[in-house]
């Protein structure tokens, strides 16, 4: 099982990043740093996070959480786990 970004999902997290990046180098490396490690080991416990609760019609494989106050979307499968999502908390949730 092996972790696949969507592109919308490294759009987002480029954004972020540089976002991050216009007020500190050091917060920018750590927050994105940071999101990679933690995707990275959602391939030994993929399901270790709750159901993503903005997925309309979740059929259960749509998890999500946070980190460094964002929101990690992805979805499990058998062959793989997608990023689908980053979205900094104080954004208005969106159902998708």
Known sequence: ???????????????CYEYILLDSYQNAEK?????????GKL????EAH???RYKKENDGSF?????HRY????????????ITRIRHTSMEPLLY
């Open 1 to 15: 099982m092996q972790v696949i970004w969507s592109s919308s999902a490294q759009k987002q997290l480029m954004e």
């Open 31 to 39: 927050v994105k740093n940071g999101i990679l490690s933690s995707t």
């Open 43 to 46: 391939t030994s416990h993929p």
């Open 50 to 52: 709750p159901l993503d």
């Open 63 to 67: 998890r999500a959480y946070e980190i």
């Open 71 to 82: 929101r990690i979307a992805y979805r499990v499968t058998k062959q793989n786990i997608i």
